[in-house]
């Protein structure tokens, strides 16, 4: 072989040599961006899960706060009910008290 052939032929083996090298730089450094995109990914995720925490606590709060208001309203609802219940049983007491004192008295008298 002669020597331009020689020399060509070393020239190409040191191109190939540079291009392998420089495809396990660029193997090395997709690998590193790949391991910093899970990172981020997975920072992004624990972000997003603790936003979906605070807004399901916040409406879980505003449903708790709206039923509580219902039963405090329902609860003074048949509170009053039973008051007026109370108070119509007091004046029917009342009414028929006197009318049991004559009785009463009716009897001992007969007696």
């Known amino acids: 072989m002669s020597e331009v052939s020689v020399s ?7 191109s190939l040599s540079e291009l392998e090298n420089n ?3 660029l193997d090395e ?3 590193g961006s790949g ?3 899970q990172l981020k990914c997975l920072n992004e995720i624990e972000k997003l899960r603790e936003k979906v925490v605070r807004m399901a606590t916040k409406e879980a709060e505003s449903i708790i706060s709206v ?12 509170q009053s009910e ?4 109370i108070g119509e049983v ?5 009414n028929k008290f006197d009318e049991a004192v004559d009785d009463v008295v009716s009897f001992v008298l007969k007696s």
């Open 35 to 37: 391991k910093e995109l």
């Open 29 to 31: 450094k997709v690998k």
């Open 23 to 25: 495809i396990d730089s």
């Open 82 to 85: 039973g008051e007026k219940k």
């Open 67 to 78: 039923a509580r208001e219902d039963a405090n309203k329902e609860s003074k609802k048949i």
């Open 90 to 94: 007091k004046k029917k007491i009342d």
């Open 8 to 14: 060509r032929v070393e020239e190409i083996i040191k």
